[in-house]
C-alpha cells in the first residue's frame, strides 16, 4: 500500500481529559499519539467537551484536525473515521460505532478498574458496598470493551499479563485461537513517549526567582499530582531531616493543583501540606509551585532541577502502573529516586541505572539515597550517560510502533459484532465513568 493510501485512512483518537496548554498525562498523551500518527494517517483528534482556546491551542501546534464533542453529540465524528482509538467511550457510543463498523482500538495503558479500586481503599471515605457495586460496573464495562474492541495496546509486559487474564475470565482468548502463539495480535504496547527534540531552557524560573532557592542549591523535584497512593509524607520528612544538616537540600513539589478543576485534591495531598505547614517548611525546604506548569514551560523546571523524586505506597495501583511523569525525566536526563514495586521503577529505573530505587516506606533509604546524590558527582554523571544512552526508544516515534503497525496492516471493515449488551447501573454508567476518569489520576501514567 502507498504512502497516499496510509494517509486516506482515518484514524479519530479520542481524549477523555483537557488538553492544549495546560494538560496532564491523558492529554499529553493523545495529543502526541495523534501527532504521530498524522505522519502516516489522516487524523482527527476529538477532545471530551473541549473548548474552543483548548482547540485553538492544539491547532496552532500542530497539522490534525482538532474537533469537541460529548456524551451526545459524536456521531459525525464516528462518521468520518475508520479507526476509533480510545480508552474510554460510553455504551451508547460503542454501539454507534459498531453499527457503523468500524475497526476500534482500546488504549489500555492505565489499568482504569484497579485505579479506581485503589483511589476508593487509600481514600477517606474508604472502599464499602457502594465502591464494590461501582467497581463490579466498571469491570462489566471493560468486559464489553474486550468483547467488541478490535485491537487492544497497553504500557508494559506487567500491564500485559494482567489484561491477557482479563481476557481470559471474560472468555475472549478461546474465541481468538491466532492469539494462543502470537499474542502481539491482540494487546500490543504503546507506552507514553517523549519528544525526539533535545529540550531547551529558555527562562530561569527556580534558581535566584523563587525566594528561598539559591543557584547552588541541590533541588529535587516532584513532578506530578499527590495522589493517594503515593507517599509524599515520606519525601517531606526526609528532606526535612536531611536540610538540618545539608541547608542547600531543597524539594520542590510542582504542580500540586489538577488542570482539570474537576479533580478534586486527593486526602494524601491534604495530608502533606498540612504538615508541611504545621512545621513551618515551606518556602525554607520544601515549596510548592500551586497551578499546574503550562506543558511547553514545565521543562525549564525539570532542567533546573537536580534529580525528581517519587514514592508510593504498596498496593496492586503500584505493580501494574507506568509513571508518566518518568517519561519527563528521562526526557530531561534528570536521574529519578523512587520506591520499587512498579514496572518503569524496577526495570528501567533500576536495572538500567537511570535513578535510584528504594523499598517502599523506608524513610532511612530513602533519606540515604537523596545524600548519595547530593555528595557523589561521579554517580550523578554515570545516571545522566545511562539516560541519554536510553533516550531513543522512548521517543514517540518508537513507543508507538505496535498501534501503527496495526492500522496499516488492517483494512477498515471488520466483521465483530454489533449488537451490545447494556450495563445496568445506579446514577448511570456515563454519569459514574466520566465522575471516575476524572477522579481517578491523569496518567499521564503516565502519572
Request: one cysteine or more; charged letters at 25%; proline letters at 4%.
Amino acid at each position: 500500500m502507498t504512502e497516499l493510501k496510509q494517509l486516506q485512512k482515518k484514524v479519530l483518537v479520542l481524549s477523555h481529559d483537557i488538553a492544549g496548554k495546560h494538560m496532564a498525562g491523558p492529554g499529553i498523551r493523545y495529543v502526541s499519539i495523534a501527532d504521530e500518527l498524522s505522519k502516516y494517517f489522516d487524523v482527527t483528534l476529538g477532545l471530551l467537551d473541549g473548548e474552543a482556546d483548548q482547540i485553538r491551542d492544539i491547532s496552532s501546534s500542530y497539522s490534525y484536525k482538532v474537533q469537541s464533542y460529548d456524551d451526545k453529540d459524536y456521531k459525525s465524528l464516528i462518521d468520518e473515521a475508520d479507526y476509533i482509538f480510545a480508552q474510554h467511550i460510553n455504551p451508547e457510543m460503542l454501539s454507534y460505532i459498531r453499527a457503523q463498523n468500524k475497526r476500534l482500538i482500546f488504549d489500555f495503558y492505565s489499568p482504569v478498574p484497579i485505579e479506581f479500586m485503589i483511589y476508593r481503599y487509600f481514600s477517606e471515605t474508604g472502599y464499602g458496598k457502594t465502591e464494590q457495586q461501582e467497581l463490579d460496573n466498571l469491570i462489566e464495562l471493560y468486559k464489553q470493551y474486550v468483547t467488541y474492541g478490535d485491537y487492544f495496546v497497553c504500557s508494559n509486559n506487567y500491564q500485559r499479563d494482567l489484561w491477557t487474564g482479563f481476557f481470559l475470565a471474560a472468555g475472549i482468548l478461546n474465541k481468538r485461537p491466532e492469539t494462543f502463539t502470537d499474542l502481539d495480535q491482540l494487546i500490543g504496547l504503546s507506552p507514553m513517549g517523549i519528544d525526539d527534540q533535545e529540550p531547551t531552557h529558555n527562562k530561569n524560573v527556580l534558581r535566584n526567582v523563587i525566594p528561598g532557592i539559591n543557584q547552588d542549591d541541590f533541588i529535587l523535584i516532584w513532578t506530578g499530582g499527590l495522589w493517594d497512593w503515593f507517599d509524599p509524607l515520606t519525601v517531606v520528612k526526609a528532606v526535612e531531616q536531611l536540610h538540618q544538616s545539608n541547608p542547600k537540600i531543597k524539594l520542590v513539589f510542582m504542580g500540586v493543583k489538577h488542570p482539570n478543576s474537576k479533580v478534586p485534591a486527593m486526602s494524601e495531598a491534604k495530608k502533606t501540606l498540612d504538615y508541611i505547614k504545621s512545621q513551618g517548611l515551606e518556602s525554607k525546604c520544601i515549596f510548592i509551585l500551586d497551578q499546574w506548569m503550562p506543558f511547553d514551560e514545565r521543562i525549564n523546571y525539570l532542567l533546573e532541577a537536580d534529580a525528581a523524586i517519587y514514592m508510593h505506597k504498596s498496593s496492586l495501583e503500584t505493580r501494574y502502573s507506568h509513571r508518566s511523569r518518568v517519561l519527563d525525566h528521562i526526557y530531561a536526563e534528570l536521574p529519578t529516586i523512587a520506591s520499587g514495586g512498579d514496572y518503569l521503577g524496577d526495570e528501567v529505573v533500576g536495572n538500567r541505572g537511570l535513578g535510584v530505587v528504594v523499598e517502599e516506606d523506608n524513610h532511612q533509604a530513602l533519606t540515604e539515597a537523596i545524600n548519595r546524590l547530593v555528595q557523589d558527582d561521579e554517580l550523578l554523571k554515570s545516571i545522566k550517560s545511562n539516560i541519554r544512552s536510553a533516550k531513543e526508544e522512548f521517543f514517540w516515534e518508537n513507543t508507538t510502533k505496535d498501534l501503527v503497525s496495526y492500522i496499516q496492516e488492517h483494512e477498515p471493515v471488520n466483521h465483530l459484532p454489533t449488537k451490545i449488551k447494556q450495563v445496568k447501573a445506579s446514577g448511570g454508567v456515563t454519569f459514574f465513568l466520566r465522575r471516575v476518569i476524572r477522579k481517578v489520576k491523569r496518567r499521564v501514567l503516565q502519572g
